[in-house]
């Protein structure tokens, strides 16, 4: 028997790849198991005939690994038809799995992780079904592991029980439940999504070796890959929210089987921290849920920092208030020492990409938004602070001119001492306690040298630019627009930006004996609004018993909108032609609009009704049996996955029309074609033989007419 080892250790790897220290690492603990060899086929089964037909049990084995500490099927083939379904038994503690061709779909053709080295799987036949089969090729096999080591000379962590905090596998991470149901966990436990596929619950003691033990399916969640947003950008920028299907054995979502979350506020002044999670230990508590408190220790902006015990498996822990249950960000890294200096770090709710994310809708204090404007004569400068706060009031300013010169006025004057460029930052405070920091280059001449300036005149986005540098001969312009176009090498040029809102305009010149200087201002643009009348459609999603409204409008010109439903403010957000409304288990009829927020020009009313777990725009999904032309073009998958040799990907296509079904490796570079051509609408499949692949992550990706859509897969050899 031929067995294919798969070691996933990838928090050291990471820490390489960020360019962080040692002593910052990323805390995950990736689970270590086999893939081996199993070969079961059931034949094909078709129901008993006659008016008193049954569902009946066409088939029964026992797929067994002596001594494995768990195992988990991985399906090569299931045809289950309307109503046909599996039966999974663990022989160790009797937990139990059902899985219908939905729930199969769900689990991507594998089932939940099983205690034990023994599984009992039956076949049942319902009336009308033909064809009813079960095949595998391998099965995943769990290795009795080594825990890691500890983070300082003692570790505090004691035992918990908060039915909010969940195990992520099978990267090894936290991810735990906040007030509309979804998940939040750490940015670089979901960046490799073949690593991410479920959440746990009720999780039990581990093996006296370390080795995991899992609940039962009951307590098993599968993730919704398509709702993953994250951000694996290093400390203080590293977060993620997505959401789970609901269970497939009991219907229930987490938070409803849970019947608990997390309140998420924006606070970096809690004097104690605590971390619940799933780090690594020794014995029977590796990798079950533990918990400790430390002191805050100099949280600041989008980083909280702290000195509570963690450990590999706690990134994505929540950082919680001690005094008030709160949550106030996502534990990211540990950074820790024997002597116990050092501290641990998470991304604080003030990252506005993660707060945004989080879509709390009021429950805490938005940030202010820093900005300034300055004018100057020879060494003696002005400045006018801008910034505004969207929920209250600005209170604090701090001035740094980068001359060692600070203020705490709004608006200072300053004179410098010397002829240079200056990087001078302003941070201010709102009345909440929240703060952001704008800085800008300011270039002073005492009137005796050469220098570099510029004036300018804008008409909505269209502006024209003209160079007023003095005191050499200059050959050579080069102007940063700030808005990620290609500079331009004209003394006077015209250049249209790209949407509403600030850039930092810089001009360098070079005289004829080469040297340089140069001028910035912030250059702040309005108008050109879109063109045209603002045309929004609105469509329910929904996944579970909870609904979305998915908005999508246009034209988007880049700027912000204001989202309202039903007459009421909803969110200001960006205006990139997209809003997800996450509604909940709710009923009724929504009529939404979208208005630009500096115009006030409005889109028509867009409109969906909800009834009884229905919608006028049903949700996206694939009808599979009977022949039904699915509703949507949709990915279906991919199986088995990881696989050794070959994976068969299924999609469904609403229309028939031109389609390409491609494989790439993470270079981009095109590896294999699955289909090309014109096929009609239905459900189908194509395969992939890797023979000549090496092993790793692969993309594939779905197109026709104006559809992409892109899947994963592992090969593992």
């Not at 089969?133 to 300082?152: F, I, K, L, N």
């Not at 050109?528 to 929004?536: A, E």
């Not at 200001?572 to 997209?578: H, K, Q, V, Y």
Request: glycine share 12%; net charge negative.
């Amino acid at each position: 028997m031929r067995t294919f080892v798969r070691h996933l250790t990838v928090a050291l790897s990471l820490a390489i790849l960020l360019g962080l220290s040692a002593t910052v690492m990323a805390q995950t603990a990736p689970l270590n198991y086999q893939l081996q060899r199993y070969t079961l086929d059931s034949g094909t089964h078709a129901s008993r005939v006659g008016p008193d037909a049954t569902t009946y049990r066409a088939y029964y084995d026992v797929v067994e690994i002596p001594g494995a500490p768990w195992l988990r099927l991985t399906f090569s083939e299931v045809v289950l038809d309307q109503g046909s379904y599996l039966v999974l038994t663990s022989r160790q503690d009797g937990a139990r799995q059902r899985l219908d061709a939905v729930a199969l779909d769900q689990w991507q053709h594998t089932s939940a992780y099983f205690n034990g080295d023994a599984i009992e799987i039956e076949l049942y036949v319902a009336p009308g079904d033909e064809s009813v089969r079960v095949r595998m090729d391998q099965v995943v096999v769990g290795e009795h592991g080594v825990p890691e080591s500890q983070c300082g000379p003692v570790d505090d962590r004691t035992s918990s029980n908060d039915p909010a905090v969940g195990r992520l596998l099978d990267i090894g991470c936290t991810a735990w439940i906040i007030a509309d149901g979804r998940f939040v966990s750490a940015g670089h436990c979901l960046s490799s999504t073949f690593l991410v596929d479920v959440v746990e619950f009720n999780v039990p003691l581990s093996l006296s070796n370390g080795t995991l033990q899992h609940p039962g399916p009951e307590d098993q969640y599968t993730v919704d890959i398509g709702s993953i947003e994250s951000v694996n950008g290093g400390v203080g920028n590293d977060w993620g929210v997505f959401e789970v299907f609901d269970n497939t054995q009991t219907g229930l979502s987490p938070i409803e089987a849970q019947g608990a979350s997390f309140n998420v506020v924006q606070d970096l002044g809690p004097a104690t921290i605590r971390i619940t999670g799933y780090g690594v230990d020794s014995g029977s508590d590796n990798q079950t849920q533990q918990t400790h408190t430390g002191p805050n220790v100099g949280s600041s902006g989008t980083t909280m920092n702290y000195q509570t015990d963690t450990e590999g498996g706690n990134s994505g822990s929540p950082v919680i208030d001690e005094a008030t249950g709160n949550a106030v960000g996502v534990h990211t890294h540990g950074g820790c020492s024997t002597s116990g200096g050092g501290n641990n770090s998470g991304t604080s709710t003030f990252n506005s990409a993660f707060w945004d994310a989080l879509d709390i809708g009021g429950g805490g204090n938005t940030p202010p938004n820093a900005g300034f404007t300055f004018s100057c004569t020879g060494l003696a400068c002005a400045f006018a602070d801008s910034s505004a706060d969207p929920d209250g009031a600005v209170v604090a300013w701090d001035w740094d001119f980068d001359d060692g010169g600070t203020s705490s006025a709004q608006n200072p004057a300053h004179t410098f001492a010397a002829p240079g460029t200056y990087a001078v930052a302003l941070m201010v405070t709102d009345d909440g306690g929240a703060s952001d920091t704008a800085a800008q280059n300011v270039t002073v001449t005492d009137g005796s040298g050469p220098m570099a300036a510029f004036s300018y005149s804008c008409t909505d986005l269209a502006c024209d630019f003209t160079d007023q540098s003095s005191g050499a001969t200059f050959v050579r312009w080069a102007w940063d627009f700030g808005d990620g176009s290609s500079l331009s090498r004209v003394q006077n040029p015209a250049h249209t930006f790209p949407a509403e809102g600030s850039y930092t305009v810089m001009l360098t010149v070079n005289d004829d004996a080469r040297t340089a200087y140069s001028a910035s201002q912030v250059v702040t643009v309005t108008g050109g609004g879109g063109g045209g009348d603002i045309v929004l459609t609105a469509t329910a999603i929904q996944q579970g018993s909870r609904w979305t409204g998915d908005l999508t409008w246009s034209p988007a010109d880049g700027g912000s909108v204001d989202v309202f439903r039903n007459g009421a403010l909803v969110r200001s957000t960006a205006d990139d032609g997209a809003f997800a409304d996450r509604l909940g288990a709710v009923s009724g009829t929504f009529d939404y609009q979208v208005c630009e927020t500096d115009s006030g020009d409005c889109s028509n009313l867009a409109s969906i009704t909800i009834e009884s777990g229905a919608a006028s725009a049903e949700a996206p999904g694939a009808s599979l049996g009977g022949g039904e032309v699915p509703e949507v073009t949709a990915l279906l998958g991919a199986y088995p996955n990881p696989f050794t040799q070959a994976a068969t990907v299924r999609y469904a296509l609403a229309e028939s029309g031109a389609v390409e079904l491609a494989v790439y490796n993470l270079l981009g570079q095109r590896v294999a074609v699955l289909a090309s051509g014109t096929w009609e609408a239905g459900t189908h499949e194509a395969r992939l033989d890797a023979a000549a692949l090496p092993s790793g992550v692969y993309v594939y990706r779905l197109r026709t007419g104006e559809t992409v859509l892109t899947g994963r897969l592992m090969l593992v050899r």
